[in-house]
Protein backbone atom coordinates (compact mmCIF):
# COMPACT_ATOMS: atom_id res chain seq x y z
CA UNK A 1 0.00 0.00 0.00
CA UNK A 2 1.51 3.24 -0.63
CA UNK A 3 -0.61 5.42 1.82
CA UNK A 4 0.46 9.33 1.35
CA UNK A 5 2.82 10.15 -1.25
CA UNK A 6 5.06 13.10 -1.42
CA UNK A 7 7.16 14.74 -3.90
CA UNK A 8 9.96 16.57 -4.09
CA UNK A 9 11.14 14.63 -0.86
CA UNK A 10 14.10 18.07 -0.78
CA UNK A 11 13.62 21.27 -2.64
CA UNK A 12 15.96 24.27 -2.47
CA UNK A 13 14.26 27.34 -3.56
CA UNK A 14 15.33 31.25 -4.09
CA UNK A 15 13.79 34.10 -2.45
CA UNK A 16 10.68 34.53 -4.26
CA UNK A 17 10.24 31.06 -6.81
CA UNK A 18 6.98 29.51 -6.51
CA UNK A 19 6.87 25.41 -6.35
CA UNK A 20 4.66 22.83 -5.63
CA UNK A 21 4.69 20.22 -3.32
CA UNK A 22 2.52 17.12 -4.73
CA UNK A 23 0.51 15.36 -2.28
CA UNK A 24 -1.51 11.57 -3.24
CA UNK A 25 -3.56 8.92 -1.31
CA UNK A 26 -4.71 5.97 -2.28
CA UNK A 27 -6.90 5.15 0.73
CA UNK A 28 -9.99 7.25 -0.52
CA UNK A 29 -10.09 9.32 2.48
CA UNK A 30 -12.04 12.41 2.76
CA UNK A 31 -9.97 14.45 4.99
CA UNK A 32 -6.35 15.92 3.98
CA UNK A 33 -4.12 18.43 5.36
CA UNK A 34 -0.76 20.20 5.09
CA UNK A 35 0.91 21.14 8.54
CA UNK A 36 4.52 22.57 8.88
CA UNK A 37 7.34 20.80 11.15
CA UNK A 38 9.74 23.53 12.49
CA UNK A 39 12.45 22.77 15.19
CA UNK A 40 11.08 23.24 18.78
CA UNK A 41 7.36 23.38 17.52
CA UNK A 42 4.48 21.40 17.57
CA UNK A 43 2.92 20.67 13.92
CA UNK A 44 1.20 23.50 12.89
CA UNK A 45 -1.90 23.54 10.31
CA UNK A 46 -1.35 25.60 7.38
CA UNK A 47 -4.70 23.87 4.96
CA UNK A 48 -7.12 21.07 5.17
CA UNK A 49 -9.79 19.55 3.20
CA UNK A 50 -12.73 17.96 3.93
CA UNK A 51 -13.65 16.40 0.29
CA UNK A 52 -13.02 17.21 -3.12
CA UNK A 53 -13.52 21.37 -4.46
CA UNK A 54 -13.64 22.03 -0.52
CA UNK A 55 -10.42 23.59 1.28
CA UNK A 56 -10.17 25.74 4.51
CA UNK A 57 -7.81 27.89 5.87
CA UNK A 58 -5.43 26.41 9.00
CA UNK A 59 -3.29 27.95 11.79
CA UNK A 60 -0.63 29.54 9.34
CA UNK A 61 -1.86 29.53 6.13
CA UNK A 62 -0.06 32.66 4.98
CA UNK A 63 1.82 32.39 1.60
CA UNK A 64 0.55 29.51 0.94
CA UNK A 65 -2.77 28.00 -1.86
CA UNK A 66 -4.26 24.82 -2.09
CA UNK A 67 -6.49 23.19 -4.05
CA UNK A 68 -8.77 19.37 -3.99
CA UNK A 69 -9.85 18.89 -7.46
CA UNK A 70 -9.63 15.13 -6.92
CA UNK A 71 -10.64 13.19 -3.98
CA UNK A 72 -6.88 11.86 -4.29
CA UNK A 73 -4.74 14.66 -4.65
CA UNK A 74 -4.09 17.72 -2.15
CA UNK A 75 -1.61 20.02 -3.90
CA UNK A 76 0.40 22.76 -1.57
CA UNK A 77 1.72 25.69 -3.78
CA UNK A 78 3.96 28.62 -2.36
CA UNK A 79 2.96 31.12 -4.15
CA UNK A 80 6.35 33.53 -3.62
CA UNK A 81 8.99 31.59 -0.94
CA UNK A 82 10.30 33.60 2.07
CA UNK A 83 13.36 32.08 3.48
CA UNK A 84 10.74 32.09 6.62
CA UNK A 85 8.84 29.09 4.67
CA UNK A 86 12.17 26.65 4.69
CA UNK A 87 10.47 23.54 6.70
CA UNK A 88 9.36 20.29 6.49
CA UNK A 89 5.84 19.62 4.86
CA UNK A 90 3.94 16.80 5.63
CA UNK A 91 0.59 16.26 3.79
CA UNK A 92 -1.60 14.12 5.76
CA UNK A 93 -5.18 11.78 5.28
CA UNK A 94 -7.88 10.57 7.00
CA UNK A 95 -11.45 9.35 6.61
CA UNK A 96 -13.01 12.16 8.53
CA UNK A 97 -12.18 15.29 9.74
CA UNK A 98 -12.93 14.04 13.09
CA UNK A 99 -10.11 12.60 15.39
CA UNK A 100 -11.42 10.08 17.71
CA UNK A 101 -12.06 6.53 15.87
CA UNK A 102 -9.78 7.83 13.29
CA UNK A 103 -6.13 7.57 12.35
CA UNK A 104 -4.61 10.04 10.65
CA UNK A 105 -1.85 9.12 8.18
CA UNK A 106 0.87 11.04 6.94
CA UNK A 107 3.63 11.31 4.40
CA UNK A 108 7.31 10.79 4.71
CA UNK A 109 7.57 14.73 4.65
CA UNK A 110 9.24 17.19 2.19
CA UNK A 111 12.24 19.29 3.29
CA UNK A 112 12.05 22.51 1.79
CA UNK A 113 14.84 25.27 1.75
CA UNK A 114 14.80 28.79 0.99
CA UNK A 115 17.54 31.10 0.61
CA UNK B 1 -5.19 29.31 22.79
CA UNK B 2 -4.65 25.88 23.92
CA UNK B 3 -0.95 24.57 24.42
CA UNK B 4 0.29 21.19 25.12
CA UNK B 5 4.23 21.42 26.95
CA UNK B 6 6.42 18.01 26.73
CA UNK B 7 8.97 16.91 28.95
CA UNK B 8 11.76 16.46 28.73
CA UNK B 9 12.47 17.80 25.35
CA UNK B 10 15.56 14.97 24.97
CA UNK B 11 16.17 12.03 26.70
CA UNK B 12 19.10 10.09 25.81
CA UNK B 13 19.45 6.57 28.23
CA UNK B 14 20.48 3.46 27.77
CA UNK B 15 18.95 -0.14 27.06
CA UNK B 16 17.32 -1.66 29.62
CA UNK B 17 16.34 1.13 31.49
CA UNK B 18 12.79 2.73 32.38
CA UNK B 19 11.66 6.06 31.43
CA UNK B 20 8.69 8.28 31.48
CA UNK B 21 7.68 11.44 28.80
CA UNK B 22 4.98 13.87 29.60
CA UNK B 23 2.64 15.64 27.94
CA UNK B 24 1.11 18.78 29.93
CA UNK B 25 -1.32 21.16 29.03
CA UNK B 26 -3.91 23.98 31.28
CA UNK B 27 -6.52 23.10 28.96
CA UNK B 28 -8.84 20.09 28.59
CA UNK B 29 -8.71 18.04 25.99
CA UNK B 30 -11.60 15.66 24.50
CA UNK B 31 -8.82 12.66 23.22
CA UNK B 32 -5.19 12.57 23.38
CA UNK B 33 -2.86 10.70 20.90
CA UNK B 34 0.70 9.72 20.94
CA UNK B 35 2.94 9.33 17.71
CA UNK B 36 6.31 8.47 17.00
CA UNK B 37 8.67 10.41 14.51
CA UNK B 38 12.01 8.34 13.23
CA UNK B 39 14.21 10.51 11.06
CA UNK B 40 13.02 11.06 7.54
CA UNK B 41 9.66 10.40 8.47
CA UNK B 42 6.35 11.36 8.90
CA UNK B 43 4.40 10.44 12.71
CA UNK B 44 3.07 7.28 13.13
CA UNK B 45 0.24 7.30 15.34
CA UNK B 46 0.70 5.02 18.61
CA UNK B 47 -2.87 5.36 20.70
CA UNK B 48 -5.66 7.51 21.05
CA UNK B 49 -6.85 7.75 25.03
CA UNK B 50 -10.15 9.26 25.68
CA UNK B 51 -11.52 8.67 28.86
CA UNK B 52 -9.87 10.46 32.37
CA UNK B 53 -8.02 7.95 34.10
CA UNK B 54 -7.66 5.76 30.88
CA UNK B 55 -4.88 3.38 30.77
CA UNK B 56 -2.99 1.46 27.40
CA UNK B 57 -0.63 -0.81 26.79
CA UNK B 58 1.15 -1.49 23.87
CA UNK B 59 3.77 -4.09 24.18
CA UNK B 60 6.51 -2.28 26.54
CA UNK B 61 4.38 1.70 25.99
CA UNK B 62 2.31 1.96 29.01
CA UNK B 63 0.25 5.04 28.31
CA UNK B 64 -2.02 7.15 30.81
CA UNK B 65 -4.97 9.82 30.30
CA UNK B 66 -4.99 12.25 33.30
CA UNK B 67 -8.28 12.06 35.41
CA UNK B 68 -9.48 16.22 34.20
CA UNK B 69 -8.00 15.32 30.63
CA UNK B 70 -5.43 18.07 30.54
CA UNK B 71 -2.42 15.62 30.40
CA UNK B 72 -0.85 12.43 30.00
CA UNK B 73 2.48 10.28 30.18
CA UNK B 74 4.11 7.60 28.07
CA UNK B 75 6.05 5.50 30.18
CA UNK B 76 8.85 2.43 28.29
CA UNK B 77 9.82 -0.35 29.99
CA UNK B 78 13.00 -1.52 29.22
CA UNK B 79 13.93 0.43 26.58
CA UNK B 80 15.34 -0.93 22.94
CA UNK B 81 17.05 0.79 20.72
CA UNK B 82 14.37 0.32 18.44
CA UNK B 83 12.30 2.57 20.95
CA UNK B 84 14.77 5.87 19.41
CA UNK B 85 12.72 8.47 18.29
CA UNK B 86 10.71 11.49 18.37
CA UNK B 87 7.46 11.30 20.49
CA UNK B 88 4.48 13.42 20.14
CA UNK B 89 1.65 14.10 22.39
CA UNK B 90 -1.57 15.67 20.28
CA UNK B 91 -4.92 16.84 21.92
CA UNK B 92 -8.21 17.34 20.07
CA UNK B 93 -10.29 20.25 21.62
CA UNK B 94 -13.95 20.11 22.51
CA UNK B 95 -14.83 20.15 18.69
CA UNK B 96 -12.67 16.99 18.11
CA UNK B 97 -12.15 18.50 14.34
CA UNK B 98 -8.37 20.22 15.59
CA UNK B 99 -5.28 18.48 16.84
CA UNK B 100 -3.10 21.16 19.07
CA UNK B 101 0.83 19.22 19.06
CA UNK B 102 3.83 19.39 21.29
CA UNK B 103 6.86 19.74 20.34
CA UNK B 104 8.11 16.89 21.10
CA UNK B 105 10.19 14.90 23.86
CA UNK B 106 13.55 13.24 21.21
CA UNK B 107 14.44 9.66 22.42
CA UNK B 108 17.65 7.93 22.45
CA UNK B 109 18.51 4.79 23.64
CA UNK B 110 21.91 3.92 23.67
CA UNK B 111 22.81 0.35 22.99
Known amino acids: NAGVTQTPKFQVLKTGQSMTLQCAQD?????MSWYRQDPGMGLRLIHYSVGAGITDQGEVPNGYNVSRSTTEDFPLRLLSAAPSQTSVYFCASSYSQRISGNTIYFGEGSWLTVV | TQLLEQSPQFLSIQEGENLTVYCNSSSVFSSLQWYRQEPGEGPVLLVTVVTGGEVKKLKRLTFQFGDARKDSSLHITAAQPGDTGLYLC???????????WGAGTKLIIKP
Open chain 2, 90 to 100: AGAGKSNYQLI
Open chain 1, 27 to 31: MNHEY
